[in-house]
């Protein structure tokens, strides 16, 4: 069983995985929007597939100090349907010292 195994993935047939790319039509696309709407000089994109068919991508984009997150919506051939994306607030630490336990509501 073992060596069936070994000789698949040898052969080629390994798990697709699944990473964060840097080029491609998506990221051209947001690197654009970004630019254009957000006025960001030099945006840096990565996104990721998120639905198999390749009809959902996620991006995130740091530029200027600023980060990004984008959603992409694209239909067949490759068209983008739409691309939203909306500037990541930086997130609020909550006071060192106060721990909040299971059940408990935060004020």
């Given amino acids: 069983m073992v060596a069936a195994v070994a000789g698949a993935v040898a052969a ?5 995985r699944i990473t964060w790319e ?3 039509f998506p ?5 654009n929007v970004l630019r254009e709407e957000h006025h960001v ?4 994109v990565e996104c ?3 639905e198999a068919g390749g009809s959902l991508y996620e991006c995130r984009a ?3 100090g600023a980060e990004y997150e984008c959603e992409v919506k694209v239909g067949i ?3 983008i349907k739409s691309i939203e994306c909306e500037r990541k607030e930086e997130e609020t630490t909550r006071p060192a010292g106060r721990r909040v336990e299971s059940g408990e509501v935060d004020s």
């Fill in 12 to 16: 080629g047939c390994s798990i697709d």
């Fill in 22 to 24: 840097s080029s491609g």
């Fill in 27 to 31: 990221v051209e696309e947001v690197a």
């Fill in 41 to 44: 000089a030099h945006p840096a």
């Fill in 48 to 50: 990721i597939k998120r």
């Fill in 62 to 64: 740091k530029a200027e």
């Fill in 77 to 79: 051939r490759e068209r």
